[in-house]
């Protein structure tokens, strides 16, 4: 797979279909529009995959993992080893993720795509790894072009493969200490705020500690000069693997027409790189939900995304991706199973 290919491949969503969709929903046993996002959750799932009549979705949620040289700064509370440390607590279906991905009936599929750690053969573990981390892009670009094309190809190849198994509904997580650091440079970048505005405080640093973040990503981008119509040599300069991973699952799903639910705050960073490479790929995106990180409205509203969920929520792995899975999946059965007003024979009766 080429990544011009991969990018033409990405076509708009075909909207015609969407009268005959509200059609079908207006008129099931309930007053028109009383299930509220459910209903428009049912419309977009069915657009996307340019079905009237879908089958229930088989889910998968994919964590994507690297690690950061920007740790190098003290720009997170945790130390690196959590990364690997958290791999394997993914793989033994302890996290967060996992026990939300149960819930809604979903898979997980862990991606070491730039930990810096030599794991021995563990079961379940996709090994994608383009490099043991990055390099610290407040110093110089944090990946070459060529590693970032590398990650992005092979999150779209995890995508196709999804789809070619037959899964329907896909869904981005992540796993990186130090990840909303490149994810606050990204979103300066691609949504044209300056730094302090888009950078929170991640796993829960300090006042101190969160100035320097700040600094530090305003350095990276002093240092590195990137431009917003160079997608990809922003993701290279001042991006993440794990990011470049998310932003090929995106891509990857859109050409083949599945429906992907973005995270949060870093999982969104991955998603408007995608957007930028391709436009007609936010029409593919549903927004999970709305992250504390206070970046995370801006992308949103730059890629045209409404959350499903609001629930202060900033653990990332996919946990709210997972959450909103269940959403989508229970407008889809509205659609799909509720009983018509011709069919239960019941008065539609006369809006008013």
Do not use: W
Not at 123 to 144: C, D, Q, S, Y
Not at 167 to 188: D, F, K, Q, R
Not at 250 to 272: E, K, M, N, Q
Request: aromatic share 4%.
């Amino acid at each position: 797979m080429q990544l011009d290919s991969l990018l033409q491949a990405v076509r708009p969503v075909d909207e015609s279909p969407a009268p005959e969709i509200q059609a079908h929903l207006d008129n099931l046993t309930k007053p028109r529009g009383s299930l509220g996002r459910l209903e428009e959750l049912a419309l977009r799932y069915c657009l996307i995959r340019g079905e009237r009549r879908p089958a229930l979705p088989a889910k998968a949620v994919f964590v994507f993992a690297a690690d950061h040289g920007v740790t190098e700064e003290g720009v997170s509370a945790f130390p690196r080893e959590v990364t690997y440390q958290m791999v394997r607590n993914f793989l033994a279906g302890g996290a967060g993720i996992n026990v939300l991905a149960r819930h809604v009936g979903a898979e997980v599929h862990v991606v070491d795509i730039g930990v810096d750690h030599d794991f021995p053969e563990l079961p379940g573990l996709i090994r994608r790894k383009v490099r043991p981390g990055t390099r610290n892009m407040a110093r110089g670009p944090a990946l070459t072009r060529e590693e970032a094309e590398a990650a992005v190809l092979a999150g779209a190849e995890l995508a196709s493969g999804a789809a070619d198994r037959g899964i329907g509904l896909l869904a981005t997580g992540e796993m990186g200490i130090g990840n909303t650091t490149p994810s606050s440079a990204l979103t300066a970048v691609f949504c044209g705020a300056a730094p302090a505005e888009v950078t929170g405080r991640g796993t829960g640093i300090d006042d101190e500690a969160h100035r320097r973040k700040v600094r530090v990503i305003e350095r990276a981008l002093e240092v590195n000069r990137p431009d917003p119509a160079d997608p990809l040599g922003v993701l290279a300069a001042v991006g993440g693997l794990e990011i470049a991973g998310i932003c090929g699952l995106v891509l990857g799903a859109a050409a083949r027409g599945v429906p992907v639910v973005i995270d949060g705050f870093i999982s969104t960073a991955g998603a408007l790189v995608a957007a930028a490479m391709a436009p007609a790929a936010a029409g593919y995106m549903f927004a999970a939900h709305q992250s504390v990180e206070v970046g995370h409205r801006k992308q949103l509203e730059r890629l045209g995304l409404r959350p499903v969920l609001d629930l202060d929520l900033r653990l990332g792995e996919g946990t709210g991706a997972a959450l909103a899975m269940g959403l989508i999946e229970a407008g889809l059965k509205i659609y799909l199973e509720m009983a018509t007003f011709d069919g239960a024979q019941v008065s539609p009766g006369n809006e008013a």
